[in-house]
């Protein structure tokens, strides 16, 4: 017997309204799109590489809150609205991605788009991981609401 998706929205994300930051399956858990959102609700300054920092860092705080590691992600998907800028950024971004997952590289895709939900973000991050049952941390029915 399958138990249903369960909700993962960490406490150091803004809270979510109408989705969740993370659907935990069975041990896999499918992340949210997250832009460069801070706690305040406001997109970073700083460009590409500020953006992507802080919306790969909200992936991983989902992510962490699920018992999850960066070598856990298996596909990650990042929406882009300026994709020259993001390769023109491309060792910085890398040195970001390194500092904050290590050598961990998953399958991935590299989307253009004409926007994001709020017309101030540059990036958006998706992505699956599969988490080791011994590692799996299965929110609590009083942590799963979303409002």
């Known amino acids: 017997m399958s138990t249903p998706p369960v909700p993962v929205n960490p406490p150091s994300l803004p809270a979510p309204s109408g989705y969740s930051h993370g659907t935990l399956a069975g041990?896999?858990?499918?992340?949210?799109?997250?832009?460069?959102?801070?706690?305040?609700?406001?997109i970073v300054d700083g460009g590409i590489v500020e953006q992507f920092r802080q919306?790969?860092?909200?992936?991983?705080?989902?992510?962490?809150?699920?018992?999850?590691?960066?070598?856990?992600?298996?596909?990650?998907?990042i929406f882009l609205t300026d994709?020259?800028?993001y390769q023109a950024h491309g060792r910085?971004?890398?040195?970001?991605?390194?500092?904050?997952a290590g050598p961990v590289y998953p399958a991935m895709a590299g989307i253009g788009t004409t926007g994001l939900w709020q017309p101030?973000?540059?990036i958006e991050i998706m992505g699956v991981a599969v988490i080791p049952a011994e590692r799996l941390v299965v929110p609590s029915s009083?942590?799963?609401?979303?409002k």
């Open 92 to 100: 910085e971004i890398g040195a970001v991605w390194r500092e904050l």
């Open 120 to 122: 101030e973000a540059l």
């Open 27 to 42: 041990t896999t858990l499918y992340l949210g799109g997250q832009t460069a959102l801070d706690a305040t609700m406001r």
């Open 142 to 146: 009083r942590d799963v609401s979303s």
């Open 55 to 77: 919306a790969f860092g909200n992936v991983l705080a989902t992510l962490r809150e699920a018992g999850g590691i960066p070598a856990d992600l298996v596909s990650i998907t």
């Open 83 to 85: 994709i020259p800028d």
